[in-house]
């Protein structure tokens, strides 16, 4: 057979004794994602498809998030909110207070749970969807109910990360001002205006950053951050001296109606996950964890807040002020821990922004990439939130219009029409997919797989035992659609919330600014 040689095959290399530090480092397998060029159509046409799709190389594409940098972002999400407008907040509200923050965060976990099922069965609907990673929320309403309603998603969506970005601004550039009139003992006072300048030219390289992905080493350090600032506050917490006696003030009566509808617009605001959790979820290497990583978040943060509280309830009693800060006594440790809040608040601005301007970067159609136009587009959003900020009074001025009127359809009312509407569309998929399955062979219409899989269970589990008592809870809840009966209650109570906060918010938003800011006053005069 020496007729069919091939002259120029090389012979094969023999393996070679050096070490494997010495031989030449092979690169990897050249991994691809599909373009982005059809980002915006809700579906592609058939005559877009082609045999050969297109796709792109990525070779240093960061890693996917795990359950403990995910659980990072969310603590780093609600930042230092909690824990300074929390005690005033419980001790107004009396005993009833914790009561209504427990209820309001089962409800947020509750809701972010079934934001988190919209998205698996939409992959699972239509697997395109994952296209319009950039901007999944309005993706998910498009699914749902059409463009007019993904377009009043995106608005709402832009609107609530613009205004959570706002009070951030504004608290940090006070805790720099303040460390400033305090450490000179009044003589000398840096204007918050500047401050809040400043705080806009820290914030605006790290804005440049992508998707949450690509903040891994942020979010580590904004939870060391976080750490030490919890630390230096339960320590001036217990250091400084008593006002009254322990928990004076603090009441077991019912409070004023008001009071928790004002209540319930700041825990919206302070416990909002929802804007940023799909985009956590895309960027998660086990997606179905992202319930985990809100639930673990917005438990570690919650259980903080309400044991600080509890210091300040035995401290100060009903004369804690709105700001935790301002009723604290002045010490280094108190000074570190106002810059380093001030740092944390940067950082967390960083974090729930990114959504916001993934959305609009995807309307530009700009690559995913560092480039101009991105730090352009960002560092023009982010000088209108200092705009903003300049003429706040006080970063609390838009909790109650933000958290009543802008983030409880997001929070409240959005999940459970989106739950139940694609929990329908996934019904009437699978319908359809077994009878093109089956052809013309007669369908059991009452054929239900949880209710044949747990049969065999329910025999062999005794009734009396603890595990034949589960099963049979978890049957007839399944069997009583307990799941859509929950989300109609949590509905009714989202649009009723809503519509209250809103229409006092119509009487109340002159109140909120009628002490002007200062940069405003200062302008005044000029």
């Known amino acids: 057979m020496f007729f069919f040689r091939r ?7 023999r393996p070679s004794r050096a070490p494997s530090f010495a031989l030449p480092k092979r690169r990897g397998p050249v991994l691809f994602t599909p373009s982005h060029q059809h980002d915006q159509l809700p579906f592609l046409s058939r005559s877009r498809f082609s045999a050969l799709p297109h796709f792109r190389a990525y070779g240093d594409e960061p890693e996917s998030l795990s359950l403990f940098i995910a659980i990072l972002y969310v603590v780093d999400l609600f930042g230092i909110f909690p824990f300074l407008t929390l005690p005033a907040l419980l001790i107004r509200l009396g005993y009833f207070g914790v009561l209504l923050v427990l209820s309001i965060i089962f409800l947020q976990m509750y809701t972010s749970f079934l934001l988190s099922q919209c998205w698996t069965m939409a992959e699972y609907l239509d697997p395109s969807i994952m296209q319009k990673r950039n901007y999944p929320y309005a993706a998910l309403a498009e699914l749902a109910f059409g463009p007019y309603v993904s377009v009043l998603v995106s608005v709402l969506l832009d609107l609530s990360i613009f205004a959570l970005a706002v009070p951030s601004i504004v608290m940090a550039a006070e805790n720099l001002e303040a460390v400033v009139l305090r450490m000179s003992a009044g003589h000398y006072n840096f204007s918050y205006c500047y401050w809040a300048i400043i705080v806009g030219l820290i914030i605006c390289p790290l804005m440049w950053l992508g998707s949450p992905k ?3 080493g ?19 917490l217990l250091d400084a001296s008593a006002i009254g006696s322990p928990f004076q003030g603090v009441s077991m009566e019912l409070p004023g109606f008001l009071t928790i509808l004002n209540g319930y617009s700041i825990l919206a605001f302070q416990f909002d996950i929802h804007p940023v959790l ?21 438990a570690i943060t919650c259980s903080v807040a309400i044991i600080g509280s509890v210091f300040a309830a035995y401290k100060f009693g009903s004369m ?13 440790p108190f000074y570190v821990m106002l810059i380093l809040m001030s740092l944390q608040l940067c950082f967390s601005v960083t974090v729930a922004s990114s959504a916001m301007f993934l959305q609009i970067e995807n309307y530009f159609k700009l690559p995913e990439t560092l480039c101009c136009k991105r730090v352009l587009i960002r560092s023009c959003v982010l000088a209108l939130e200092v705009l903003v900020a300049e003429f706040v009074p006080s970063f609390d001025a838009l909790m109650d219009v933000v958290g009543g009127t802008i983030t409880g359809p997001l929070v409240f009312i959005l999940p459970p029409l989106l739950y139940r509407r694609i929990r329908r569309m996934e019904l009437v998929h699978q319908r359809i997919a077994a009878e093109a399955s089956y052809g013309s062979l007669p369908l059991d219409l009452n054929y239900d797989p949880v209710e044949v899989e747990m049969e065999p269970l329910l025999v062999t589990a005794k009734p009396h035992t603890p595990r034949g008592l589960w099963l049979r809870l978890v049957r007839l809840l399944h069997r009583l659609e307990c799941d859509v009966s929950c989300t109609m ?22 109140d909120l600014f009628a002490n002007n800011s200062p940069c405003m006053g200062n302008l005044s005069m000029h």
């Open 320 to 332: 804690v002020a709105n700001n935790l800060l301002q009723s604290l006594p002045t010490s280094v």
């Open 7 to 13: 002259s120029n095959v090389k012979p094969a290399p």
């Open 214 to 216: 690509h903040m891994r």
């Open 218 to 236: 942020l979010a580590i350090i904004a939870a060391c951050c976080l750490i030490i600032i919890v630390a230096l506050l339960w320590y001036c």
């Open 489 to 510: 209650g949590v509905l009714i109570f989202g649009l009723l919330a809503t519509f209250l906060s809103t229409y006092l918010n119509l009487f109340t938003i002159g």
């Open 278 to 298: 799909l985009t956590l979820q895309i960027d998660m290497k086990r997606k179905w964890q992202v319930s985990w990583a809100a639930l673990g978040g917005i």
